[in-house]
Nanobody
Framework: QVQLVESGGGSVQAGGSLRLSCAASGLPYNNIYIGWFRQAPGLTREGVAIILPTNGNTYYADSVKGRFTISRDNAKNTLYLQMNSLKPEDTAVYYC??????????????????WGQGTQVTVSS
């Protein structure tokens, strides 16, 4: 059984930092993409950062490039998202997600078949 459990959300002022964690279990090691999505009220869920654990390739949304860093600790089966220089527009519920399906688009949420429960990130100006 696949489980993804996020932690580390909270409230921070603009310019601050947060680190999200996602404890993953039950996932295969090969042929998966795993990463972070976010959804603000009234908006579509969007891909933030994705990593391919087997080779470490990473993919980022343009809006977070240079500010967010995705990483993973394979020994601990844990995924991280380091978020620096946070902006009010980063406010959203952040979800950890994994895909075992072939992907036509790495950052499209509808290709991902496993999801965590989400953690709230609020950035105040």
């Amino acid at each position: 059984q696949v489980q993804l459990v996020e932690s580390g959300g909270g409230s921070v002022q603009a310019g601050g930092s947060l680190r999200l964690s996602c404890a993953a279990s039950g996932l295969p090691y090969n042929n998966i993409y795993i990463g972070w999505f976010r959804q603000a009220p009234g908006l579509t869920r969007e891909g933030v950062a994705i990593i391919l654990p087997t080779n470490g390739n990473t993919y980022y949304a343009d809006s977070v490039k240079g500010r967010f860093t995705i990483s993973r600790d394979n020994a601990k089966n844990t995924l991280y998202l380091q978020m620096n220089s946070l902006k009010p527009e980063d406010t959203a519920v952040y979800y950890c997600a994994a895909s075992t399906r072939p992907l036509a688009s790495v950052l499209r949420y509808n290709y991902y078949n496993y999801w965590g429960q989400g953690t709230q990130v609020t950035v105040s100006s």
